[in-house]
Nanobody
Framework: QVNVVESGGGLAEPGGSLSLSCVVS????????MGWYRQAPGNQRSLVGT???????DYGDDVQGRFTISRDNAKVTAYLQMTSLKPEDTAVYYC????????????WGQGTPVTVSS
């Protein structure tokens, strides 16, 4: 059984910073892509950013330039550094993990809440 566990998050003031971590365990096949999605109340889940084993990143337009994703392949751990936070960044953040070809299975964490408020 693959486990995806997020940690971090919480409350920050506008303009502040927060960081999230995500650890994957129990995977039989290598995890090719890891990343984060978020979902605010009443909204669909949307891309925050992803990173491949090779270090290629992809970010959502709303966070480009403010958030940074990194990963430790040996530890199967991804990190999300969030800076210049805005109230509209408030959401539940979900870690995402995807196995490489040919399996391609996708896994989600339980989500961790991030609130940006003064």
């Amino acid at each position: 059984q693959v486990n995806v566990v997020e940690s971090g998050g919480g409350l920050a003031e506008p303009g502040g910073s927060l960081s999230l971590s995500c650890v994957v365990s129990g995977n039989e096949f290598p995890i090719y892509k890891m990343g984060w999605y978020r979902q605010a109340p009443g909204n669909q889940r949307s891309l925050v950013g992803t990173i491949t084993t090779g270090g290629n990143t992809d970010y959502g337009d709303d966070v480009q330039g403010r958030f940074t994703i990194s990963r430790d392949n040996a530890k199967v751990t991804a990190y999300l550094q969030m800076t210049s936070l805005k109230p509209e960044d408030t959401a539940v953040y979900y870690c995402y993990a995807e196995e490489g070809w040919p399996n391609g299975a996708k896994y989600w964490g339980q989500g961790t809440p991030v609130t940006v408020s003064s």
